[in-house]
């Protein structure tokens, strides 16, 4: 199966601690890298990781609170020092260009290379990137300021023709595309050989959702249904569920109750509080509504 991780590079909250970096990760897909949030220290993660700075074309952030893009100014100015000449693409909320075209004007002003910021409606759920491989679109969440998670989802790849089949039948190169895209063969003689006979199906594509900050919001289950991955904040325990109400953030458990309800096949929960030094709790709250979930952690990579 062909290459689609995520590299957490940070999975703490607004406040810094020596446990954890600003959220921050990136999305490999056949090599191609593509990033969600820039709090500080990004970049040295991005080092500590050994993942190509030349291989990263568009980040996409969430929401303009700090501790998700105050690392965009320096992993801007570094790639310029790096000797960048691709175009950079940034998408997010509508005063991200605003913010932040300032200052790589003034800091940035001889960059080797173009940034551009593509600006979303956070309030939307819809499709803000595409390419040949994959679509992005986003998950309008419930937070204290505009804010929208992530949906990556794979276009579907053709049938796979059987190998032994082509050398069997001899059929010509050709005739391949034509196969993949449903065609039946015809032998030289005159022989229909079925489409369904000379391939098998390719695998379903994969989903990986970001959902970070956000309070419980059950309007985003019917865009995350059944995804491979959902990787969602869990900042507090239950016992706390007051103070989460009023910072517009999840429990663990409700991050649970999001991925039973979505039927995701897999949960991570992330953006830990400051104040809660043993995770565990929030792991064994978690799974106690969805069995399947893991605690994020600088530098795993999640294979969706």
Same mark, same amino acid.
């Given at each position: 199966?062909?290459?689609?991780?995520?590299?957490?590079?940070?999975?703490?909250?607004?406040?810094?601690?020596?446990?954890?970096?600003?959220?921050?990760?990136?999305?490999?897909?056949?090599?191609?890298?593509?990033?969600?949030?820039?709090?500080?220290?990004?970049?040295?993660?991005?080092?500590?990781?050994?993942?190509?700075?030349?291989?990263?074309?568009?980040?996409?952030?969430?929401?303009?609170?700090?501790?998700?893009?105050?690392?965009?100014?320096?992993?801007?100015?570094?790639?310029?020092?790096?000797?960048?000449?691709?175009?950079?693409?940034? $998408?997010?909320?509508?005063?991200?260009?605003? #913010?932040?075209?300032?200052? +790589?004007? @003034?800091?940035?002003?001889?960059? *080797?290379? /173009?940034?551009?910021?593509?600006?979303?409606?956070?309030?939307?759920?819809?499709?803000?990137?595409?390419?040949?491989?994959?679509?992005?679109?986003?998950?309008?969440?419930?937070?204290?300021t505009p804010c929208a998670g992530f949906l990556f989802e794979e276009k579907p790849k053709s049938p796979h023709i059987i190998r032994e089949m082509i050398d069997f039948y001899q059929i010509p190169v050709s005739r391949i595309a034509a196969i993949k895209d449903g065609d039946d063969f015809v032998?030289?003689?005159?022989?229909?050989?079925?489409?369904?006979?000379?391939?098998?199906?390719?695998?379903?594509?994969?989903?990986?959702?970001?959902?970070?900050?956000?309070? $419980?919001?059950?309007?985003?289950?019917?865009? #995350?249904?059944?995804?491979? +991955?959902? @990787?969602?904040?869990?900042?507090? *325990?239950? /016992?706390?569920?007051?103070?989460?109400?009023?910072?517009?953030?999840?429990?663990?458990?409700q991050a649970a109750m999001i991925a039973e309800a979505a039927h995701v096949k897999k949960l991570v929960i992330a953006h830990f509080s400051a104040r809660i030094m043993d995770e565990t709790i929030?792991?064994?709250?978690?799974?106690?509504?969805?069995?399947?979930?893991?605690?994020?952690?600088?530098?795993?990579?999640?294979?969706?």
């Amino acid at each position: 199966m062909e290459q689609f991780e995520v590299t957490v590079l940070g999975c703490g909250s607004a406040l810094p601690t020596t446990r954890h970096f600003l959220s921050s990760q990136v999305i490999n897909l056949r090599d191609k890298l593509f990033m969600i949030d820039c709090g500080e220290g990004t970049q040295l993660q991005f080092r500590t990781m050994k993942l190509k700075f030349q291989r990263l074309n568009h980040i996409f952030i969430s929401h303009l609170h700090g501790d998700h893009c105050f690392g965009l100014p320096g992993l801007i100015s570094t790639l310029g020092m790096l000797g960048r000449t691709a175009d950079l693409h940034i $998408y997010a909320q509508p005063d991200a260009g605003k #913010i932040f075209q300032p200052v +790589l004007d @003034y800091f940035c002003k001889d960059l *080797s290379y /173009k940034v551009f910021f593509h600006a979303f409606n956070p309030k939307k759920n819809e499709l803000i990137f595409e390419d040949r491989t994959l679509k992005v679109f986003t998950i309008p969440l419930n937070h204290r300021t505009p804010c929208a998670g992530f949906l990556f989802e794979e276009k579907p790849k053709s049938p796979h023709i059987i190998r032994e089949m082509i050398d069997f039948y001899q059929i010509p190169v050709s005739r391949i595309a034509a196969i993949k895209d449903g065609d039946d063969f015809v032998t030289p003689d005159g022989t229909i050989v079925p489409n369904r006979i000379l391939t098998r199906p390719a695998e379903p594509p994969r989903r990986y959702a970001y959902c970070l900050d956000t309070a $419980y919001y059950e309007k985003i289950i019917p865009i #995350i249904e059944g995804v491979d +991955l959902l @990787y969602h904040e869990a900042t507090f *325990s239950h /016992k706390n569920i007051v103070r989460a109400k009023e910072t517009y953030h999840s429990s663990a458990r409700q991050a649970a109750m999001i991925a039973e309800a979505a039927h995701v096949k897999k949960l991570v929960i992330a953006h830990f509080s400051a104040r809660i030094m043993d995770e565990t709790i929030l792991l064994d709250e978690a799974r106690e509504v969805f069995t399947n979930t893991i605690l994020a952690n600088e530098g795993m990579v999640l294979r969706v």
